[in-house]
């Protein structure tokens, strides 16, 4: 397994020094069409490259791009080249890297890695082991007394997210797997994304970091979220500190 944290690890270094060379200008070209059937952004092509190439074929690839690559092998690395593409080209300081290592499902995910390109914070979840940033131990947050909540808005949103929306603290930030990751750390204390929008690229990683950490993901039924490694499986996604933060949300 360890060898395959090193590469995850070399993935989110080299996305990162190869973003930060770019100029952001080119960020939002459309480049080709995905697998997903939507156009491909110049930044997630390139960042989509430099894993292809770091992995080679030491693993299969299931990634928001290309889609899956099998080589053969038993492990598979789900990859996000970039979450919050938007956030990227726009300039918003908040776009990362995900990167998850398993075999069918998020269920089996064994390691997960998420760098907030922006300021270098790298989330790692190793499975039965915890959750850290920049390499020290994170706990969801246990104190309830004045709970932030990270929406998705926006077009993927809906009745039940426009209901919680009139909340004391709301945040919608553009990144799922950085949102959740900020369950994970405690800065948060859910994640809520109410449509089945999100791909399994999207979560793998994160899904872990936040389950290490203390906390659980559940889908909008408030049913254990486990995603297969397949892309056209969408799903919503709430990511809780606590699982009676359900009452509030669902
Ligand atoms: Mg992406």
Known sequence: MEEFIQ???????????????????????EICIGADGTPTQYIDKVAEDVALEIIGKRGNVLSEEIG?????????????????????????????????????????????IVKNIPTGDIYEGYKGKGAFLNGKRIE???????????????????????KLANMKSIRALGAAALEMCLVAS???????????????????????????AG?????ANGEILN?????????????????????VLL
Not at 7 to 29: L, M, R
Not at 140 to 162: A, M
Not at 228 to 245: G, I, K, M, Q
């Open 7 to 29: 590469i995850a690890k070399k993935v989110a270094d080299e996305i990162e020094k190869k973003i930060k060379g770019e100029n952001p200008t080119k960020f939002g070209e």
């Open 68 to 112: 899956f690559i099998d080589n053969g092998r038993k492990h598979t690395f789900v990859i996000d080249p970039i979450d919050g593409t938007r956030n990227a080209i726009h300039g918003v300081p908040f776009y990362g890297i995900s990167v998850a290592v398993g075999k069918k499902s998020t269920e089996d995910v064994l390691y997960g």
């Open 140 to 162: 969801v947050s246990k104190d309830f007394s004045d709970p932030i909540f990270c929406l998705v808005l926006g077009e993927s949103g809906n009745e039940r997210t426009w």
């Open 186 to 212: 405690g800065a948060i204390h859910a994640y809520f994304m109410g449509k089945e929008s999100l791909r399994v690229t999207d979560i793998a990683a994160s899904c872990l970091i936040v389950r290490e």
């Open 215 to 219: 906390g659980e993901v559940y889908n």
């Open 227 to 247: 995603v297969p490694f397949d892309l056209d499986a969408r799903s919503s996604v709430v990511a809780v500190a606590s699982p009676h933060l359900l009452e």
